[in-house]
């Protein structure tokens, strides 16, 4: 569950174990942001002596409590704030104040048992040191049976936030905003949900989703925006509008209808799905994540590295962000989308489609930081699961 001052938004209820890990490292790039100020004050002689730092803190400053049913990921605000947390909260704080000292980790997923699915979550720097707070002893670990290693540096997570070598960029939503003037029809608080956005690890995923769709004319959607963007610019500027408010990039958004728009409309799958909506009948997620990770995209979203269950479960992860859009456009369009003569997908090239719009880089990221904060759209929990989420040892 998706918790700010403001509202809760059910992210998946029944949840599997691996839909809560995905959680986990989407919030990481937020987690990094969130301990930027406060990331110097663990830092020690060498890696060891930092890694001990944290550990001190979280064992003695830091309640352990761990979740039962409910399966909550607090973000560091929240952890710092209410000096209470259980092991993903640890390793979240833990993940983003090694990131912000150059120290790279990974989370290490471990089982106690014959069943292998992890009950357990800490961090191993990728020089061996251990940091678990929950089992009490300094580089230390208790005796598992089956482990899995997740890392969070370098390219794997520039999906999220850009956190990696890529280039520091001018912020492409903003500034699309501001060359339009619609940045000043904004209020405040709608600004700083932009600046949110950009850097909120699942809404990313979310537009990535959205943009390999409009890539690959799934359904003619791209087609059908390419023909309102001429013909009703009132209504297009709406959808631009939209785009922004979920922290993308609206320039990549009209370069990326325009490519989509010269490319065959594929997706029978998904023009399935297009039908049930116009009708207005109700979509599950499960049906959208079908027709469009398998159906469409070959189980394959840009920018996730990966095929199989870990895409499916980022993209239910993400559906409360990337479905409303995808309605949103289809209702815009109505009978404008013509979906006859879509052609069954071919095999998704990743590579094709130029993610640019994958998040800030670490130096926007920090001027991003005191809206966050200020704000506090994010103070607490980013997911829950079911009673098979990733729980603290007991």
């Known amino acids: 569950m998706i918790v700010s001052p403001q509202k809760k938004v059910l992210v998946s209820r029944n949840g599997s174990n691996a839909q809560l890990q995905r959680a986990i490292e989407a919030a990481v790039p937020l987690a990094t942001a969130q301990t930027k100020q406060v990331a110097s004050r663990f830092r020690g002689r060498n890696e060891k002596e930092t890694a001990a730092k944290v550990f001190n803190y979280l064992k003695n400053q830091v309640n352990y409590k761990a ?29 983003g104040v ?81 060359r339009t003037g619609v940045w000043n029809s904004l209020s405040a608080g709608q600004k700083a949900m932009v600046r949110t956005s950009q850097v909120f690890g ?12 409009i890539n690959k004319n799934g359904g003619a959607i791209a087609s059908g925006l390419w023909k309102l963007r001429s013909s009703n610019p009132s209504k297009y500027r709406e959808l631009e509008i939209k785009w922004l408010k979920l922290g993308g990039d609206v320039d990549k958004f009209n370069s990326t209808v325009k490519l989509g728009a010269t490319k065959t409309p594929t997706g029978k799958q998904l023009v399935k799905v297009i039908d049930m909506v116009k009708k ?39 559906a409360p962000w990337w479905v409303p859009f995808l309605v949103d456009i289809i209702k815009v369009l109505g009978l404008a989308l013509i979906t006859s003569g879509v052609q069954p997908a071919s095999s998704f090239d990743a590579t094709e489609l130029d993610m640019t719009d994958a998040g800030p880089s670490p130096t926007q990221a920090s001027g991003i930081l005191p809206a966050i904060l200020a704000v506090g759209l994010i103070g607490g929990a980013v997911y829950m699961a079911s009673k098979k989420g990733v729980k603290g040892k007991k």
């Open 67 to 95: 979740d039962r049913q409910d399966q909550n990921v607090q973000l560091p605000s929240a952890l710092m704030r209410d000096r209470q947390a259980d092991c993903k909260s640890y390793s979240l704080f833990t993940m």
């Open 202 to 213: 699942l809404k990313v995923i979310a537009r990535n989703l959205v943009l390999a769709v």
């Open 280 to 318: 207005g009948q109700k979509v599950g997620v499960n049906l959208w994540v079908r027709a469009i990770v398998s159906g469409l995209l070959g189980g394959r979203i840009q920018g996730l590295g990966a095929t199989g269950a870990e895409e499916t479960a980022a993209a239910t992860s993400s």
């Open 98 to 178: 090694l990131n912000n000292l150059g120290i790279p980790a990974k989370l290490r997923y471990a089982s106690y048992s014959n069943d292998p699915t992890p009950t357990h979550v800490y961090v191993v720097t990728n020089k061996g040191t251990i940091i678990d707070a929950v089992y009490g002893k300094f580089n230390a670990e208790k005796p598992y049976t089956a482990k899995k290693d997740k890392s969070i540096n370098g390219m794997n997570i520039n999906y999220i936030s850009g956190i990696g070598n890529m280039p520091a960029k001018k912020i492409g939503s903003i500034d699309w905003a501001k």
